[in-house]
């Protein structure tokens, strides 16, 4: 691979240049503003390499896809083009679509999330292609424009497109260095359902005085929640858990694996402890494993300054359900209306505002050993391996349904700012992260 | 009474006119208009009568204190001489501090709470001066000028006064008719304690895909307020229900002479069934002797439209306890931070923000009958007798805690709208008022 790293050594400014293009170039999903440009560049940037390109319009952005080299294995790729609004722009040190090296980071909006690790793909298949020759593999690849704003359309595309879209493995849009600096491989994510609870009782607030005689849907919300959860953070909703595969030996081994530094941890996160005051490896089973049910929002009646005294006449809670395998968003609704209605609490509305499937993927898949080997090469320690991203993200349709395993790495770290002000990265990450997908693309098409 | 009730009747305009210049007066407590002018009307109106009147200085508005009459009873009243804010003025369809006659009805601020009553007690009190002879019996009034910001001062005013109030019955400072347009006749109110509860967990919002090892405040909230009523809507703090003192034989049989129209009461207050779907004397039961436990108010995260995926970092609830006889505020505090820290939540705080205490007369006293008796010469028809207000106010340091039985009883009607705009009274409710203490200073003399 000397001759791969010599190239990259050699084009740093080009490269730096080229990732400032991209980053200079406004693609916000949200409001469209830069998105016919921005796939049109990314598009030009494709077919620089040889690849075959097509456009699928969705009604939305349009997604493209590009298939390129030759061999026996198949590797399909994910990325997106959009990035998320700037806003609040005046809290940006520079503008943010500006690119700014600062300290050897390079700031602007998107760079992050995933505009550098979309570029620094492109840049390393070139590198292979100039320093070392044809790809040795296939690769497929998937770039839509409509990540942030929830990927309303790649779920139709994949199902369309599952035949073309079968590959080896799956390497996801983003990933990187952890809190401790260590290099990540994150092999799948929580699923998400996330819905309103709401309770209407009387028709309007009533005077406290009332409450003596009159239902309040306040209690009423406030019963049927603590039915859900107990006071040890058990899931109680009927059969709920009985859906919720075990993690195996091997993944079991990952976490036994895993450095957890729990002061440090409880300091980050603004907690005295973890819950039940857990310990080691039952904090680390539940952060990557476990269901959550979580009341993000909560709210009835007069929430002022002092004293009203009144009976509202309405409550409700916003409540998000991070899923683990085999748990559905469909499951999950329906397990809790019947859960809540055998408990005679049927006038609980349950209103289902979004959701995204739990993606998990093998770990003795041959993407990941590859990864693991490109790691150890390029970062000179093993790889943080992590089962199953506490966050979610459209990752389900495209991999785990096609039976895809799906790795996720890249150029971040812990400061990135992702979706934030000031969002960056740091140079010599990028520059790790070209040498990683070659040597990535070598021991993918030997393993 | 012949000559009471033709003294009423030939000066119908001037009590009118005199009524109007009671309530032209604005006297805002909270705010401090017009109250030294407001006092001063009162006080000259009761000097006209003959009284020796006491103006005490509290700190705030001074408490009028009179007393006129000779006899062998003693008859306290109290009233108050401020009315509440004006606003939203808006609303109104004449100008609250100018009052004008519509439809046989008198609109002004302060009309129906409470100056129609205090002004009619004045002039029924003229009437049978001049139309009787020498009053019957001793009168002493306290008429304060804090009611409607929460009587900061009367408390420490009936203690420091004790033995010069002593008296053998309390007409209190107002009433009238129900919505079934039947006299009524109160002897009590619920006292309140209103309370937050607050919990505080992390330092600030986290991820929600945290909650997995971040303890939430939320759910400890939820855990909390779930251990304080159970789903029957029985209040279960430990040893709460073992100070409530149980309504006496002949307090149960004035609930069950109380007429109750199940569709009528449920359609007024905009609900479908009561409580437990309870009926008739458990209904009554609960709304006059119950206590209460109602969450006025309930917030925590994010409460706008759509999706946010939070773990919040605190949360809090505003409760309002409607405490009965024997459950005073600080028994009500006391025995929740013991049920709490019990279980476990001592990261649950109890904020108190207001209370009154709870305050119950005695059935047999002479001057209910006295009372009743008038109000069936008067109305035609037995006074609805409720035990107990479901709402509450400052009755019990001056009556309650000084064994003083007490009745409330006045010129309101169920559309007088106290506190709200378009307050106004019925004038032949306020004549019907002025014939009603005549007879009632008649028959507490003689009782």
């Given at each position: 691979?000397?001759?791969f790293?010599?190239?990259i050594d ?11 293009d991209?980053v ?7 409001t469209?503003?830069?998105?016919a440009?921005?796939a ?5 940037r ?5 690849a075959?390109?097509q ?6 952005a349009?997604?493209l ?11 399909l790729i994910?990325?997106?083009?959009d990035v ?7 809290l940006w040190?520079?503008p943010p679509f500006e690119?700014?090296?600062r300290?050897g ?11 550098g ?10 590198a292979?292609?100039n ?7 296939k ?8 990540e942030?704003i929830g ?5 139709e ?6 035949a ?8 996801w849009?983003?990933?990187g260095?952890n ?7 994150t092999?799948?994510?929580k699923?998400?359902?996330y819905?309103e ?6 028709r ?5 005085g ?6 309040s849907?306040?209690?009423?919300l ?5 039915t859900l959860?107990?006071?040890h ?13 075990a ?17 440090k ?8 402890r ?7 490896l039952?904090v680390?089973?539940r952060?990557?494993y476990g ?6 929002g909560?709210?009835a ?12 006449a309405?409550?409700f809670?916003?409540?998000?359900f991070?899923?683990v ?10 397990l809790?209306r ?6 005679g609490?049927?006038?609980?509305e349950i ?5 995204e499937?739990p993606a ?7 993407l990941?050993?590859?990864c693991?080997a490109?790691?150890r090469?390029v970062y ?5 391996m ?5 966050g ?8 785990t ?15 990135s700012?992702?979706?934030a ?5 740091r140079?010599?990450d990028y520059f790790?992260g ?8 070598m021991?993918?098409a030997e393993?």
């Amino acid at each position: 691979m000397f001759a791969f790293d010599d190239y990259i050594d050699s084009r740093r400014d080009r490269f730096i240049a080229d990732l400032k293009d991209f980053v200079r170039q406004p693609s916000v999903a949200a409001t469209g503003h830069g998105m016919a440009q921005m796939a049109a560049l990314v598009r030009a940037r494709l077919q620089a390499l040889g690849a075959r390109v097509q456009t699928v319009e969705t009604g939305g952005a349009p997604i493209l896809f590009a298939e390129l080299g030759h061999g026996p294995r198949t590797l399909l790729i994910y990325n997106h083009y959009d990035v998320q609004p700037p806003d609040p722009i005046d809290l940006w040190t520079t503008p943010p679509f500006e690119p700014e090296v600062r300290d050897g980071k390079l700031y602007a909006r998107g760079v992050s999330d995933n505009k550098g690790d979309l570029l620094g793909r492109i840049q390393a298949i070139e590198a292979w292609q100039n320093a070392i020759g044809e790809l040795p593999l296939k690769i497929k690849w998937v770039i839509e424009g409509e990540e942030e704003i929830g990927s309303p359309h790649l779920a139709e595309f994949a199902r369309a497109h599952a035949a073309e879209l079968q590959a080896d493995g799956c390497l996801w849009e983003t990933g990187g260095k952890n809190e401790d600096d260590l290099f990540s491989l994150t092999l799948g994510l929580k699923g998400i359902q996330y819905v309103e609870l709401r309770v209407r009782g009387n028709r309007r607030d009533l005077h406290s005085g009332y409450a003596a005689i009159a239902p309040s849907p306040v209690w009423r919300l406030i019963w049927a929640l603590n039915t859900l959860k107990d006071e040890h953070d058990n899931i109680t909703i009927d059969q709920y858990l009985d859906h919720v595969r075990a993690p195996s030996e091997a993944e079991l081994a990952m976490l036994r694996a895993m450095p957890l530094d729990e002061a440090k941890k409880k300091a980050a996160l603004g907690i005295d402890r973890f819950i039940n005051d857990e310990h080691g490896l039952d904090v680390l089973t539940r952060f990557y494993y476990g269901p959550t049910v979580t009341i993000c929002g909560l709210q009835a009646g007069y929430t002022g300054e002092g004293v009203k005294t009144v009976l509202p006449a309405y409550a409700f809670a916003k409540i998000d359900f991070r899923l683990v395998p085999d748990l559905t968003p469909e499951l999950c609704v329906k397990l809790l209306r019947a859960h809540l209605d055998r408990r005679g609490f049927t006038d609980v509305e349950i209103v289902p505002l979004s959701s995204e499937q739990p993606a998990r993927s093998a770990v003795d898949a041959p993407l990941v050993a590859a990864c693991q080997a490109a790691a150890r090469e390029v970062y000179g320690h093993e790889p943080v391996m992590i089962p199953l991203s506490p966050g979610s993200g459209p990752m389900y349709p495209l991999t785990t349904a096609l039976h895809i395993p799906t790795v996720m790495a890249g150029v971040t770290y812990s400061g990135s700012r992702a979706h934030a002000p000031d969002e960056n990265i740091r140079l010599d990450d990028y520059f790790e992260g070209l040498r990683f997908i070659g040597r990535l693309i070598m021991h993918f098409a030997e393993a």
